[in-house]
């Protein structure tokens, strides 16, 4: 389990980043807005690859997406499909989850400008 570092992100960060993701890409899936934050943990250097000085070696490993994070992303998620703001699914081919589509615009609108 990673440590709590200030640099982590809050879930207010990470629904701050799925309400804009959704904006720009309102026919979307679950892992690209998850690929969203694990990217954004990544440009922090809170995961992905490590190195630490241990004595005269020096060990690189690679630092995976915490459990906390995960949940929080699915948290955010729940939100967003409870208050119908989102849905599952894009079109015929794709009606369920993990694809998901903006269902209420100005609702989300509504998010996006109250995260600016």
């Known amino acids: 389990m990673r440590q709590h570092f200030e640099q982590d992100l ?7 980043m ?15 807005i998850r690929e969203v934050i694990r990217s954004s943990l990544n440009q922090r250097g809170l995961i992905g690859g490590m190195s630490k000085q241990t004595g005269a070696a020096t060990v690189t ?3 995976k997406i915490s459990d906390q ?11 967003l499909l409870n208050t ?3 849905q599952p699914g894009i079109n015929e081919v794709n009606q369920d989850l993990p694809w998901i589509s903006v269902f209420d615009k100005e609702k989300l609108k509504a998010l996006v400008n109250s995260q600016s």
């Open 10 to 16: 809050s879930r207010e960060d990470i629904f701050r």
């Open 18 to 32: 799925i309400v804009k993701h959704l904006d720009v890409f309102p026919l979307t899936s679950l892992e690209a």
């Open 61 to 63: 490993y690679n630092r």
């Open 69 to 79: 994070d995960i949940q929080l992303i699915n948290d955010c998620i729940c939100d």
């Open 84 to 86: 119908r703001v989102i």
